[in-house]
């Protein structure tokens, strides 16, 4: 049986919540939910769909690496977005992060997130084929 290895970011919530950012179990990784908040707490990108998918994805991304993938990895990604109306910029930065992987993705509109700030909580699945 493989062993579980929890990933930190050092975000309050994870304690609180009690929840890591990432888990590995073998070749498979899952990264939890990702918004658009720096490590100081401050929002990114507020009211730009856009840079925060973008900020998201580079999130998520330094969260892959540390369990020793990358996004090449992904084999599917879920975005929970406030408005679908903006779903071009979301998928802009979704595409710029992905264009040649392609991992199978879900865009789903949500009523609201955490914190009304937040415009996009992006969750990935990958698995290390090699």
Same mark, same amino acid.
């Given at each position: &049986?493989?062993? #579980? ?10 304690? &609180? ?6 888990? #590995? ?81 879900? &865009? ?23």
């Amino acid at each position: &049986m493989s062993s #579980r290895v929890n990933y930190s970011s050092g975000a309050p919530w994870e304690d &609180m919540y009690g929840y890591s950012r990432a888990v #590995r179990i073998g070749n498979l990784i899952e990264v939890s939910g990702t918004v658009a908040v720096d490590e100081a707490g401050a929002i990114v990108g507020e009211g730009d769909a856009y840079t925060q998918t973008t900020f998201v994805l580079k999130k998520i991304e330094a969260a892959l690496v540390k369990a020793g993938a990358s996004l090449k990895d992904v084999v599917r990604t879920r975005a929970y977005v406030t408005d679908i109306r903006q779903a071009d910029a979301y998928g802009r930065a979704h595409g710029e992060a992905f264009g040649d992987i392609k991992p199978c993705t879900t &865009m789903v509109e949500v009523k609201a997130l955490i914190a009304p700030e937040y415009l996009v909580e992006i969750e990935v699945t990958a698995i290390l084929t090699g």
